[in-house]
């Protein structure tokens, strides 16, 4: 997966006539963390998982980026997924760096009190990399608002009161309102941004959602309310579909009362990976990474793909979407959201200050569409697609913080001033 994140980087680093010392640099992570984490099962047999941070770069302020628990978890998943965050939060330009980390693990093998053990002791493992100023967690696959008041609960009990170490918490317990929509929220204005540009509005069009957790699932419910027509829905269980648009109030109601969407009586059930090639104007994959790629990249109807997972296309299935000119806006971009959200969480932890709920959402707003612009502006005016785009901007910004920092600024080729 890290190969496929640094195959976009290099489109840009081309782009931007990059040499190979710099994209060594960008490249590179700067720290990278594995730990062992022992626990005692429910049962109290001993039990042993990997855990994982990778700090990719932290040029524009402290790093951050989520915790996936997942039996796929690794090294190679956290330091693309660290370096995803860097270019994100340059792309939405909030004073971040980027990192990520997790577990390699089966949650739904797990009871929570052994979640719990798994996550404090990984927590109490990682302590002295992570902090309010240094590296700042939040919620990613698996993880939720819970598991973050345990990782608050656990870092405060080392370092004394500390809201402000992760985001994503629980709004009883200094969590921000409208954080666990945020990322769903802000694909939203990144698709309307992007229909824009066609003259049309998210009433005109149909939608396909693969994956129907934080982030599908609140997309969903927010483009429907808009009056956006959502035609497939799919995750880990099947898929189901209705040409006349699903009653998302209706699904929602039956994946609380039944955890998926299988079942749901108010569509036709279909094959989960035919979501993503049903007739639809717009797919938004929103549930794990390489859902697209060579072999079904051509089959592919939408005209336009809003990525809210992060890396849902290989660089191959990228190319081809490109290339039969479907519009593809890209992680970096459409799921910037959350961690946008987490930003002001982290704000209101540090002022000790609650905002309401519609400063949180007029401030997401005013971000993510102005990120928009920013990369479709460049996309048009050095005719990249937005991906590319999307990279040359955050490098740029990268770049000229850390080059600052080090009073180099002038030795920076013009492609980057
Ligand atoms: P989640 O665990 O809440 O939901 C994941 C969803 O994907 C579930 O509905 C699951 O059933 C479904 N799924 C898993 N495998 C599938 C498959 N093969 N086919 C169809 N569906 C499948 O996770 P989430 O927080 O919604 O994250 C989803 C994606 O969005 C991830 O790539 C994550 O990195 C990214 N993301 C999340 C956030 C956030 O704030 N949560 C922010 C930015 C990006």
């Known amino acids: 997966m890290l190969e496929a994140t640094n195959r976009f980087f290099n489109n840009a680093a081309d782009h931007l006539g990059l040499d190979e010392r710099m994209r060594t640099i960008l490249t590179t992570p700067r720290r990278v963390v594995r730990v062992e984490i022992v626990t005692e099962s429910d049962s109290g047999e001993l039990m042993h998982h990997l855990g994982f941070r990778v700090q990719h770069n932290q040029a524009r302020g402290p ?76 919620p990613d696959v698996n993880t939720n608002a819970t598991v973050m008041a345990w990782i608050m609960d656990e870092y405060s009990k080392y370092y004394g009161f500390s809201p402000g170490v992760v985001t994503g918490k629980p709004v009883d317990l200094f969590g921000s309102l409208g954080r666990e929509e945020a990322t769903g929220r802000g694909v939203m204005y990144a698709l309307e941004e992007c229909l824009k540009e066609s003259d049309r509005t998210l009433s005109d069009v149909t939608v396909a959602i693969q994956g129907f957790g934080n982030v599908g699932s609140h997309a969903a419910r927010l483009i429907h309310q808009q009056g956006g027509s959502i035609v497939a829905v799919s995750d880990i269980s099947g898929g189901i579909r209705n040409e006349k648009g699903l009653d998302i109030p209706a699904l929602l109601e039956w994946v609380a009362n039944h955890k998926v969407v299988e079942g749901f009586p108010g569509g036709e059930s279909i094959e989960g990976a035919d979501v993503l090639t049903c007739s639809c104007d717009v797919l938004i994959p929103a549930a794990l990474e390489n859902a697209i790629t060579a072999d079904n990249a051509p089959a592919v109807q939408a005209g336009i793909v809003v990525e ?110």
């Open 308 to 417: 809210a997972a992060n890396g849902p296309l290989t660089p191959e299935a990228h190319r081809i979407l490109v290339d039969r000119n479907i519009t593809v806006v890209p992680d970096i971009l459409a799921n910037a959201g959350g961690v946008t959200v987490s930003y002001f969480e982290w704000s209101q932890n540090i002022q000790q200050f609650q905002w309401e709920e519609a400063r949180v959402i007029e401030e997401l707003e005013k971000k993510m569409r102005r990120a928009y612009q920013a990369v479709a502006a460049l996309a048009r005016d050095e005719r990249l697609d937005l991906r590319t785009a999307a990279f040359v901007l955050a490098i740029k910004r990268v770049v000229r913080a850390a080059s600052t920092r080090q009073a180099v600024g002038h030795l920076l080729p013009d492609s980057l001033k």
């Open 63 to 138: 790093m951050k980026g989520g915790l996936r628990f997942h039996p796929d978890m690794d090294e190679d998943h956290a330091a693309s997924l660290a370096s995803l965050m860097t270019w994100k939060t340059a792309v939405v330009d909030i004073p971040y760096g980027g990192a990520k980390g997790g577990i390699n693990c089966d949650p739904s093998k797990l009871s929570q009190a052994e979640l719990h053990r798994i996550t404090t002791t990984f927590v109490s493992l990682i302590r002295e990399i992570i902090g309010p100023t240094l590296d700042i967690p939040a």
